[in-house]
Structures are given as C-alpha cells and as structure tokens.
C-alpha cells in the first residue's frame, strides 16, 4: 500500500509542470533584447512560469501578460495585462536603482499578478508586493506664479499621480507609408497637330509621408499626322520631366490622391512625306516645359493600386510646324488622360 502511495505521489509530481505549461505564457517584448531582458526571462522561468521574448506584442498569447523592456535597458519595465484584442497598463518598475533590485521587483510583480488571475471565484487575491521606500525628497522651492491663463497651479508643477491613465497598448502597429513607387500607364494625348497614344512612365521618392519628388517619362506609341496639300508629315513628341510631389491624402489607405507640379524637356520631330515637286524632310528640335498632373488611385493589395490621372501643359518656347515656309500647326498646349498602375515599396 504504501509502495502504491509512493508512485502515485511520483506520477503527480512529474504531471504538475505540464498542468503549468498549459496557462497562457508571460510574453516579455524586448526591440532589442539586451541584459536586462534577458535577466527577467530567466528569473521568470526559476519561478516556474512559462515566458517567450518576442521583439513585438503582436506576438503576444492571447489572455496573458506582456512586459515591456525598454531598449537599452534604462526606461521603466511596463507590466501589460492583454484581453480582447487589447492591452491595460497594471504596473509599472521605476528606472531607478540596480539591474537586479528592478528585475526581482518586475518578477514580485508578475508572480502576485498571476495568482491574482490564478485563485478561484470569491477567493481574496494575495495584495502586490510593496514598493521600495525611497527616502523623502527635500520640499520643492517656492515657484513664482505663472502668466494668467497658463492653466498651471501656482504652487509647483502637477503630481505624477494625478496624470491621466496611458492610452491602451496597440496592439498592432499603424501601416507604414512607402518610401519609393513605380508607375506605369497608357495615356491618350492632345497636342495642337491632334490626338496620340503613349506610355507614360514615373519614379516617385518619397522621404516624408506627403512630400517627395518623382521623375515622368512619356514616350510616343502613335504620332498625330498632319496631312496638307504639300505632302504629310508624321509629328512625335517626347517629354521627361522632374516634378514636386504632393499627397493630400494619406497614402496608407485605399484611396489616394498624388498633386505633382513639374518642369520638363521636350524633344519634338516631326517627319515629312512630300509631294512632287517638293522634297522629303526630317526636322527636329528641343523645347521646355511646364506642366502639372493629378493621379487619384485605388489600392488593390498591400503594394499595388489601380491610377487614374490627367496632365495638362504647355511648351516654352512654342514649336511651329512649316510647310513650305508655311506655318500649319503650333505644337504649344497638350493635355493627356492615362490609366495604369503603381507599384509601392
């Protein structure tokens, strides 16, 4: 009988750390796990409670307890109770004094939080244990009142104690705006000789959320012709400019607005078909211009969206297209409507 008491008591005991491995683990969210988080890890797991480090709290186990670790160990470890999709500051160890005297009262901390949440209905939940007692500061010197309508108390700065509670934890992080996007489009043009098709092309950075600079490249598909008792001509123009650009509207949702104003270089030619008894010619020059275009865009995944855009512009100085010595078209105002994608990195 008491050989079968024995092995009972044996089994009870092996089976016991299992029963313990099965609550939600402590996570312990550490950006760059340094000395001090790796100490509280392992004071955690000799009590016997199960902790994982992760470098976000979006790893965390539902229904647990998080520890924030600051990074280079010297912020104050931030005790996180996680339920609901949310998190609610419980406790808090103040920077101050050793490594260790910080790690034993984040573990205290930890070890009363979980027999809290450990004891049974109607059970009295054992109190934290007490914080350090530091000596009493010297009294603070007399501060000169304010200007009127401050909106601060004469008497000294405000209690700590009196601040209002920290906002909840995310959870998740915001999504991040992309730094670089690449664009590509088919766009249907109006110059002064008529209308062409192009691909348009563009390269946009991006070193603040709603300011960057971008590059355009609108390369000819198909020509407008001309076509004139002398003969016919066939007129390309092809545009790359620098541009500022503009978002309005946040890029980070599922509708986007990019405003880019800009500056360019056209080269213009135009190449011609005479009629007897004139000759053929090929003519070409360059051309500046100014211009200015909008492109509303719908988000399709993560780090693609559909683009819908307009261009309108005008050459400085205008180019005239002669015949014979015969002006017949001015190449000077242009617009385009185009339709394509942009890629987001």
Same mark, same amino acid.
Do not use: K, N
């Given at each position: 009988?008491?050989?079968?008491?024995?092995?009972?008591?044996?089994?009870?005991? +092996?089976?016991?750390?299992?029963?313990?491995?099965?609550?939600?683990?402590?996570?312990? &969210?550490?950006?760059?796990?340094?000395?001090?988080?790796?100490?509280?890890?392992?004071?955690?797991?000799?009590?016997?409670?199960?902790?994982?480090?992760?470098?976000?709290?979006?790893?965390?186990?539902?229904?647990?307890?998080?520890?924030?670790?600051?990074?280079?160990?010297?912020?104050?470890?931030?005790? /996180?109770?996680?339920?609901?999709? #949310?998190?609610?500051?419980?406790?808090?160890?103040?920077?101050?004094?050793?490594?260790?005297?910080?790690?034993?009262?984040?573990?205290?901390?930890?070890?009363?939080?979980?027999?809290?949440?450990?004891?049974?209905?109607?059970?009295?939940?054992?109190?934290?244990?007490?914080?350090?007692?530091?000596?009493?500061?010297?009294?603070?010197?007399?501060?000169?009142?304010?200007?009127?309508?401050?909106?601060?108390? /004469?008497?000294?700065?405000?209690?700590?104690? /009196?601040?209002?509670?920290?906002?909840?934890?995310?959870?998740?992080?915001?999504?991040?705006?992309?730094?670089?996007?690449?664009?590509?489009? $088919?766009?249907?043009?109006?110059?002064?000789?008529?209308?062409? +098709?192009?691909?348009?092309?563009?390269?946009?950075? /991006?070193?603040?959320?709603?300011?960057?600079?971008?590059?355009?490249?609108?390369?000819?598909?198909?020509?407008?012709?001309?076509?004139?008792?002398?003969?016919?001509?066939?007129? #390309?123009?092809?545009?790359?400019?620098?541009?500022?650009?503009?978002?309005?509207?946040?890029?980070?949702?599922?509708?986007?607005? $990019?405003?880019?104003?800009?500056?360019?270089?056209?080269? $213009?030619?135009?190449?011609?078909?005479?009629?007897?008894?004139?000759?053929?010619?090929?003519?070409?020059?360059?051309?500046?211009?100014?211009?200015? #275009?909008?492109?509303?865009?719908? #988000?399709?995944?993560?780090?693609?969206?559909?683009?819908?855009?307009?261009?309108?512009?005008?050459?400085?100085?205008?180019?005239?297209?002669?015949?014979?010595?015969?002006?017949?078209?001015?190449?000077?105002?242009?617009?385009?409507?185009?339709?394509?994608? $942009? &890629?987001?990195?």
């Amino acid at each position: 009988m008491g050989g079968a008491l024995v092995a009972l008591s044996a089994s009870l005991a +092996l089976a016991a750390p299992c029963f313990a491995d099965e609550r939600s683990p402590i996570t312990v &969210v550490a950006g760059a796990r340094g000395a001090l988080a790796h100490r509280l890890s392992q004071e955690l797991e000799a009590a016997g409670l199960p902790v994982q480090v992760e470098a976000s709290p979006a790893a965390a186990a539902p229904g647990g307890l998080l520890i924030v670790v600051p990074e280079g160990d010297a912020g104050a470890i931030e005790i /996180w109770s996680a339920s609901g999709g #949310r998190a609610d500051l419980v406790a808090s160890v103040a920077p101050d004094g050793p490594l260790d005297t910080r790690v034993l009262r984040a573990a205290e901390l930890v070890r009363a939080l979980r027999s809290a949440a450990d004891a049974p209905a109607g059970a009295t939940p054992a109190p934290l244990p007490p914080a350090p007692v530091a000596p009493a500061p010297l009294p603070p010197a007399p501060v000169a009142p304010p200007a009127a309508g401050s909106g601060q108390a /004469w008497w000294g700065p405000p209690l700590r104690a /009196w601040a209002p509670p920290p906002p909840a934890f995310p959870v998740s992080a915001a999504p991040r705006a992309a730094l670089v996007d690449v664009g590509v489009a $088919v766009a249907v043009g109006w110059q002064t000789p008529g209308v062409s +098709l192009a691909l348009d092309a563009s390269l946009r950075l /991006w070193p603040s959320a709603r300011v960057g600079v971008g590059l355009l490249a609108d390369l000819p598909l198909v020509g407008p012709t001309i076509d004139a008792p002398e003969g016919e001509v066939g007129f #390309r123009a092809t545009l790359l400019g620098a541009e500022l650009v503009l978002a309005p509207v946040a890029r980070t949702g599922r509708f986007g607005l $990019v405003l880019s104003p800009g500056v360019g270089l056209a080269h $213009v030619s135009a190449s011609g078909e005479a009629r007897p008894p004139y000759l053929d010619s090929d003519e070409s020059t360059f051309t500046a211009l100014v211009y200015g #275009r909008g492109e509303a865009r719908l #988000r399709l995944i993560d780090s693609l969206a559909l683009t819908a855009g307009a261009l309108g512009g005008a050459a400085i100085p205008p180019v005239d297209l002669r015949f014979v010595g015969r002006v017949t078209s001015t190449f000077s105002p242009l617009a385009s409507f185009s339709l394509g994608v $942009v &890629v987001e990195r």
